[in-house]
């Protein structure tokens, strides 16, 4: 299983945190992807100055500064690499 580690610390709750975890369940589901792919809110990723922070596991791959707009494109991605 695919695992998104999204940082709730509280920097990154204060720049939307709360909101892109919904909007990330729902990009999730709408592509079918919530079998396969997990999203879990994480404690700090002690990235706090560039934060929201998203990690992908297994992989180790990082996005910082998410932004509501970004999630459809992020999750697209994903399903087009069949994950």
Same mark, same amino acid.
């Given at each position: @299983?695919?695992?998104?580690?999204?940082? @709730?610390?509280?920097?990154?709750?204060?720049?939307?945190?709360?909101?892109?975890?919904?909007?990330?369940? /729902?990009?999730?589901? /709408?592509?079918?992807?919530?079998?396969?792919?997990?999203?879990?809110?994480?404690?700090? /990723?002690?990235?706090? !100055?560039?934060?929201?922070?998203?990690?992908? !596991?297994?992989?180790?791959?990082?996005?910082?500064?998410?932004?509501? !707009? /970004?999630?459809?494109?992020?999750?697209?991605?994903?399903?087009?690499?069949?994950?």
């Amino acid at each position: @299983m695919v695992r998104l580690y999204l940082c @709730m610390g509280p920097n990154c709750r204060s720049r939307g945190a709360v909101e892109l975890r919904m909007a990330l369940e /729902q990009a999730l589901w /709408q592509h079918g992807l919530l079998d396969r792919v997990e999203c879990i809110s994480s404690g700090c /990723q002690d990235r706090c !100055q560039i934060g929201p922070n998203l990690l992908l !596991q297994p992989g180790g791959r990082r996005w910082h500064g998410v932004t509501l !707009q /970004q999630i459809g494109v992020l999750v697209a991605v994903l399903a087009d690499a069949g994950v």
